[in-house]
């Protein structure tokens, strides 16, 4: 039989059942335009509208565009930065 288990990093989980298991992990997309297409896809326009600030829609793409730069540096370890 089969059975999946889902479970955040944790030190209280069974090394012995992760030792014996296949892992499945879910990578994030490739490349800063894919990237930064599924950080904006978790975001609607009324998230965007929320804050009345007028530099918020601009700090939210600087973030996203950080954080994918960041997704896409950290495959080369050491020699990406």
């Known amino acids: ?3 999946w288990l889902t479970t955040l990093p944790t ?3 069974p090394l012995g059942i992760l ?3 296949l892992k499945v992990v879910t990578e994030p997309p490739d490349g800063l335009k894919l990237n930064m297409l599924g950080s904006y896809t978790k975001l609607t326009e009324d998230d ?7 530099g918020f829609k601009s700090l939210v793409f600087v973030v996203s565009f950080f954080h994918a ?5 950290r495959k080369y370890g050491k020699i990406g930065w």
Request: aromatic share 14%; hydrophobic share 35%.
């Open 19 to 21: 030792q014996r298991s």
């Open 11 to 13: 030190p209280e989980f």
């Open 1 to 3: 039989f089969r059975l």
């Open 69 to 73: 730069v960041v997704q896409e540096r």
């Open 48 to 54: 965007l509208d929320e804050c009345p600030h007028w």
